[in-house]
């Protein structure tokens, strides 16, 4: 008779045990699932813009307080994780004195670097009105990034570049308006226009 109690007590205290573990590891988890679902949603929220802007124009000012260059587009949206913009038919124009009308236009930009850095991608074209003896230019790649405070440009993305009659590609580029330099890398051709006949 001793015997069949004290093996009915350990099977109920086994089975309290068990129950008692089984719930304290059901309590366990769905702590651990509720914290990270909130820590899941806090990202996500972070993540959120903080505002948009449709139709909208911005003057960049330079280091000396002068205009630099506007930028507008169809809708910036801002995201202040990262402190980002990204724009919409984003269109550039510089306003720099002593540098010829230039406008950038694309389908989409990102700004971010405390505004410094324009990354420009899908269609985007260049056009630099003609001034004195340099004829208008347009070029057209597929991604660029344009450094406003350096005044510079790049694309590691095939460029093409036509002046005049001239017709150059090259496999990227990097451009530097302050100095004037242009470096073409890769592969590439130079097509010129036919000599005049005298």
């Known amino acids: ?18 129950a008692v573990l089984f719930a304290g590891g059901s309590f366990w988890l769905v702590q651990l699932l509720n914290r990270s679902g909130s820590e899941l949603n806090a990202g996500l929220r972070a993540n959120e813009p903080d505002y948009i802007i449709e139709r909208f124009s911005a003057v960049r000012l330079g280091k000396d307080g002068k205009p630099s260059y506007i ?3 169809d809708k910036l949206v801002h995201r202040p994780i990262d402190d980002a913009a990204d724009i919409d038919q984003p269109v550039m124009r510089n306003m720099g004195e002593g540098r010829p009308p230039t406008e950038i236009h694309a389908k989409r930009a990102r700004v971010d670097q405390n505004n410094t850095r324009v990354t420009l991608k899908d269609n985007v074209r260049v056009d630099r009105e003609a001034t004195g003896k340099s004829a208008a230019l347009v070029m057209t790649t597929q991604a660029m990034t344009v450094y406003t405070d350096e ?25 530097n308006s302050a100095t004037r330099e242009v470096h073409l890398q890769g592969r590439g051709a130079i097509v010129l226009p036919p000599k005049a006949q005298p």
């Open 151 to 175: 005044d510079r440009m790049e694309t590691d993305q095939p460029v093409q570049i036509v002046q005049g009659g001239t017709t150059i590609t090259a496999q990227g580029m990097r451009a």
């Open 71 to 73: 930028i507008s587009g």
């Open 1 to 18: 008779m001793r015997k069949e109690r004290t093996a009915h007590r350990w099977r109920i205290g086994l089975t309290l045990t068990a």
